[in-house]
């Protein structure tokens, strides 16, 4: 015998009824009372008397969204912070030369003011002390600023620092130093 069926017993899909103009009925929910929180002395007396009967007391259910358990707090005001004031550039031990190349406050810029002032050159010891009253740092610190001053030899544009800008030059005969400008 054979398992088949017949053409006419195979299934048929289920016809579909086309919809109706009227709407279904729309069932509306009314909005649940918030619960009001009871008091430590009302929920021990809740939990003595399930305990009397056997049965342990569950938490309180806590309530969905924050709208039913805290209420709004009113938006701050923002307060506004006063603008900040440019830092006045401080003023070194040397009047600022127009062509100082470096920016004003700083310890290379010090340290060529004090040393343009001298036209006819300095000894390398006298200049270090120059240099340490001019910036405020130690000799060994102040030193690493004058390398980078006296690293320009030889022309405005040569090799030099790369910290030290372009410009001047420091013209050198055994240990007398002289500043030159463009």
């Given amino acids: 015998m054979n398992d088949t069926k017949p053409e006419s017993a195979v299934e048929q899909p289920a016809k579909v009824e086309p919809q109706t103009a009227e709407p279904k009925p729309v069932k509306v929910i009314a909005p649940k009372a918030p619960k009001v929180a009871k008091t430590s002395a009302a929920k021990s007396s809740k939990a003595k008397a399930a305990t009397t009967k056997g049965k342990t007391a569950k938490a309180p259910a806590k309530a969905k969204g924050k709208a039913a358990t ?20 401080p003023q070194g031990k040397f009047p600022r030369h127009p062509k100082n190349v470096f920016r004003p406050g700083s310890a290379y810029g010090a340290i060529y003011d004090g040393f343009i002032l001298r036209r006819a050159g300095i000894r390398r010891d006298e200049l270090l002390k120059l240099a340490m009253e001019a910036t405020g740092k130690d000799a060994k610190h102040a030193s690493y600023d004058l390398a980078v001053i006296l690293s320009a030899k030889d022309s405005p544009t040569g090799p030099r620092h790369p910290s030290c800008r372009e410009g001047f030059w420091v013209s050198r005969e055994n240990d007398h130093l002289r500043l030159n400008i463009d």
């Fill in 70 to 89: 805290k209420t709004a707090k009113p938006a701050k005001a923002k307060v506004s912070k006063p603008a900040k004031q440019a830092k006045a550039i």
